[in-house]
């Protein structure tokens, strides 16, 4: 018993990446999530079993064939005292099951359902059922579009599953805000989680001068519409990203390259745009200058001092050693599996103070907690091995 949300209980029926971390979020708080995985084939995210071992972190895993009578038997009684029910099927996967909204509120009418899809529950009926992953999602929703350097070079699909996370970090708030309003109201909400809208959210003013001026931003690598510095610099020995930001800095960036005095850097200057390009190109040209004749180290302490936002482009290894990382405890021994393995991970984020996350054992393996589970549920376990033999459930071993 730990976390604010030691309360909570999830059945997660969803799989890959964008549920299963929304789910995940909660688990590391102290929510009791079942992960029911299908008897056809398990999560796909097992591929990365080291990643699987964070990202089902502290969940149960059981399987079920939802789709049969026997199945939803089941998985009435798991939602029977549930909070939440979680999944992520193409739309109208579940009502063409016959467990629409109405069906599973009859069975708890304060559940909250969250759908997680490519394209949604609604909408024009020949987008609903198509597949989609990471990728698609970010070249729908005009994201891809964005990114990447100019032509003839392809826009870039930004890694890794950031299309995924974003809609599990949308999922995890709007279910939040459901369950509190069902614990006051005693009335189930219905989430419906498009990932393309979830990117299509975060586009901030490429989105809002696109749609209202026609607008469509250029790729151009690490530049803004307005910033005319490049921000990525390559230095004796390495690179290094410079955020070129601020009355302050600037001003100190401008004494250390000898600049003072020149009318083009005249009164206070917070940013380096495009349209002063004499400004632009001196500035750069002394930055860039600057970099080159010094490491990495030198780039980020000297212009660290002055105030400037900085940072090495840091690979693991330099996460591994880095001083920060240590004091903070960024990376802790993920609890071993059955199997007694270990591995790293990263620490729970974000950090709560008086009810600090944990992580209290790893993803388990297909099919682990389903007897468990099960016995909870009142099955007497001659009927659990009756459901294994009809292929209800199913074993790995």
Known sequence: MFGTLRDLRVINASSVVAGPFMCELFAEQGADVIQVESTRVPDMYRMYPESWRQERANQRSITLNIPTPEGKEV??????????????????????????????????????????????????????????????????????????????????????FLGDFVTGLFAAWAALAAYINASKTGRGESIDMAQFEALARIQGSYMTDGINFGKQAARMGNLDTVGACKGTQMCSDGWIFIAVGGAKPIAGMIHLFGLEGDPDFEGPIQSINRDRPERARKFNEKLEGFCASHTVAEVEQTLGAAGVAVSPIMGYRDLLENPHYQARGMFVDLPATPEGETVKGVRPVPRFVNNPSEIVRSGAPYDFDTRDVLAELGYAPEEISSLYDKGILRSDS
């Open 75 to 160: 998985l009435s009684r798991l939602l029977a005292d549930a909070d939440m029910l979680v999944e992520s099927s193409r739309g109208g996967t579940w009502a063409g099951w016959g467990l629409d909204d109405e069906t599973l509120w009859a069975i708890n009418p304060k559940l909250v359902i969250v759908h997680v899809s490519g394209f949604g529950q609604q909408g024009d009926p020949s987008y609903l059922r198509r597949a989609s992953f990471d990728s698609i999602g970010q070249a729908f929703s005009g994201y891809m579009a964005i990114n990447g350097f100019p032509d003839p070079l392809p826009p870039y699909v930004t890694k890794p």
